[in-house]
T-cell receptor, first 109, second 112 residues
Framework: KNEVEQSPQNLTAQEGEFITINCSYSVGISALHWLQQHPGGGIVSLFMLSSGKKKHGRLIATINIQEKHSSLHITASHPRDSAVYICAVRGAGTYKYIFGTGTRLKVLA | NAGVTQTPKFRVLKTGQSMTLLCAQDMNHEYMYWYRQDPGMGLRLIHYSVGEGTTAKGEVPDGYNVSRLKKQNFLLGLESAAPSQTSVYFC???????????FGPGTRLTVL
């Protein structure tokens, strides 16, 4: 079992839909990151969380430390949101990150 | 600021050849990382550095060597390339305390 699990692996949505991507982890962490990778490869950091909730535009990220779970929400989805979304955790007391395998999102116009 | 840059962007090697991938960052970050990304798998850590002159092994270090002679540069070497090293390689850097990772654009390496 991977230490960082994401669900779903693939997601197709219609433009305007509310989208949720989930991340569960099994290790103690100092921070959790949500990353976005567009076709063609570049990886961009969306959020870094250690507690609570963050919002940036149409994106919202939440984390529940006790339940070892985080969610990434996209409101009013748009075709330009089509990408792979990756959850990564930095282990407590370490410099290293563990990555989920990603959720491939496709938003149809 | 250029952020994190990687050279080259693409490379094709024959089995047994050697090469060096260069990662450079202009953000004065202490920590630097090399990852590989393979289909169906998450990014996996090859080696990392917590400061100039230091390196440490990650999850999949075999077949790779690294050096961090200058704070802004982190080099990844393949001494004798193998087809199993065909992958996309990403470099990343971050500040010493907290901080998000900044990724380079990646290097697509094919070993024939």
């Amino acid at each position: 079992k991977n230490e960082v699990e994401q669900s779903p692996q693939n997601l197709t949505a219609q433009e305007g839909e509310f989208i949720t991507i989930n991340c569960s982890y099994s290790v103690g962490i100092s921070a959790l990151h949500w990353l976005q990778q567009h076709p063609g490869g570049g990886i961009v950091s969306l959020f870094m969380l250690s507690s609570g909730k963050k919002k940036h535009g149409r994106l919202i990220a939440t984390i529940n430390i006790q339940e070892k779970h985080s969610s990434l929400h996209i409101t009013a989805s748009h075709p330009r949101d089509s990408a792979v979304y990756i959850c990564a955790v930095r282990g407590a007391g370490t410099y290293k990150y563990i990555f989920g395998t990603g959720t491939r999102l496709k938003v149809l116009a | 600021n250029a952020g994190v840059t990687q050279t080259p962007k693409f490379r094709v090697l024959k089995t047994g050849q050697s090469m060096t991938l260069l990662c450079a960052q202009d953000m004065n970050h202490e920590y630097m990382y090399w990852y590989r990304q393979d289909p169906g798998m998450g990014l996996r850590l090859i080696h990392y550095s917590v400061g100039e002159g230091t390196t440490a092994k990650g999850e999949v270090p075999d077949g790779y060597n690294v050096s961090r002679l200058k704070k802004q540069n982190f080099l990844l070497g393949l001494e004798s390339a193998a087809p199993s090293q065909t992958s996309v390689y990403f470099c990343a850097s971050r500040e010493q305390v907290g901080g998000e990772q900044f990724f380079g654009p990646g290097t697509r390496l094919t070993v024939l």
